[in-house]
């Protein structure tokens, strides 16, 4: 990882957990996590286990469309391995790129096979939490349900100049064929394409994998609502909420900060307030979502430290002599 990159997201997250407690005295909010109902804790920590659980199925129906037959059970545990390093590194790209040079090490395989299918996996499960989004918004204007946030006035401008900058940046990649000069660049940009194609002509796989990107937002993104009821003394507009929560699991996974440390607080603080949370309730619930993210990190952890085989040949054979291959 980039040290100046790692070096600014520490920052930020500091800087963001600054600006929370300048706000709300810290004694407030460990008052608030004594009295912490430990079953809606028990709930989130199973249902985010459960969404890691589901991302290694999507995964391995994505290998299975690229004909890359693995076992379930190492390719679920590879999906931990990812986990651990979400949280702990700059969000999921790191996370792929370490599950899969794991993964690559411990089964003898190519390397570039394996990035892309966590990136046609990831891209995938973007469009699944695409459509969990617009079924959130259909929702809220269906209900007629009042959003008590105002947005700030943004010039149109400035739409057009990254509009325009997109397509520059588009332009000069196409022009100084960057993924034909660099080998490696070159070797997954063709492995990619390779992978779409074949993933484009298993179309029942593709909406499937789509769908389980939809159901693992929608359980992503109620953690911290189940850690929120955990701390509540008092009833809440739940329905009219329900925008807040992914937007909240969003933007905790910007590569900004440290595992979303910070942000997730900061954007709790400030959402969750609109409805009436209590500052304290607030911090408190993102903090113990925090800390059910940090839970089952270390159990990934845990996997990659004793859970690791041999690394085996292509025919199944044991074979600790060799280098794997990281073609």
């Known amino acids: 990882?980039?040290?100046?990159?790692?070096?600014?997201?520490?920052?930020?997250?500091?800087?963001?957990?600054?600006?929370?407690?300048?706000?709300?005295?810290?004694?407030?909010?460990?008052?608030?996590?004594?009295?912490?109902?430990?079953?809606?804790?028990?709930?989130a920590i199973t249902v985010l286990g459960l969404t890691i659980t589901l991302t290694g199925i999507r995964w391995n129906q994505v290998l299975h469309a690229l004909h890359l037959r693995l076992p379930f059970y190492q390719v679920i545990r590879a999906t931990w391995y990812g986990h651990f390093f979400n949280t702990i590194l700059l969000g999921p790209a790191a996370g792929d790129v370490l599950k899969s040079t794991i993964l690559a090490k411990e089964r003898d395989l190519s390397l570039a096979e394996l990035l892309s299918a966590s990136w046609l996996d990831r891209l995938l499960a973007g469009v699944g939490s695409l459509v969990f989004g617009l079924l959130v918004l259909v929702f809220t204007l269906a209900t007629n349900q009042e959003i008590p946030l105002e947005l700030p006035k943004t010039n149109p401008v400035f739409f057009v100049l990254g509009a325009f900058l997109l397509f520059l940046l588009f332009f000069i990649i196409k022009k100084s064929k960057i993924f034909e000069k660099i080998k490696i660049l070159k070797k997954l940009k063709d492995s990619f394409l390779i992978a779409t194609g074949k993933m484009y002509k298993t179309p029942g796989k593709t909406f499937f994998v789509i769908?389980?990107?939809?159901?693992?937002?929608i359980l992503l993104s109620s953690v911290l609502a189940w850690t929120l009821a955990s701390v509540l003394q008092t009833s809440l507009p739940w329905l009219q909420m329900l925008w807040v929560f992914p937007v909240i699991a969003m933007l905790s996974t910007l590569p900004i900060s440290i595992g979303g440390v910070g942000v997730r607080e900061g954007s709790s603080l400030v959402l969750l307030g609109t409805y009436g949370v209590s500052k304290p309730d607030a911090v408190a619930a993102s903090l113990l979502c925090l800390c059910v993210y940090w839970l089952l990190a270390a159990v990934g952890g845990i996997l990659i430290l004793v859970g690791r085989e041999k690394k085996v040949s292509?025919?199944?054979?044991?074979?600790?002599?060799?280098?794997?291959?990281v073609q």
Request: aromatic share 14%; charged share 10%.
């Open 211 to 217: 769908f389980l990107g939809c159901l693992g937002q």
């Open 314 to 325: 292509k025919i199944g054979q044991v074979n600790p002599g060799s280098q794997a291959s």
């Open 1 to 43: 990882m980039n040290k100046k990159r790692l070096a600014f997201s520490i920052i930020f997250s500091i800087l963001f957990l600054c600006f929370v407690f300048i706000q709300v005295p810290f004694k407030e909010v460990i008052h608030v996590l004594v009295d912490a109902n430990p079953f809606w804790l028990i709930v």
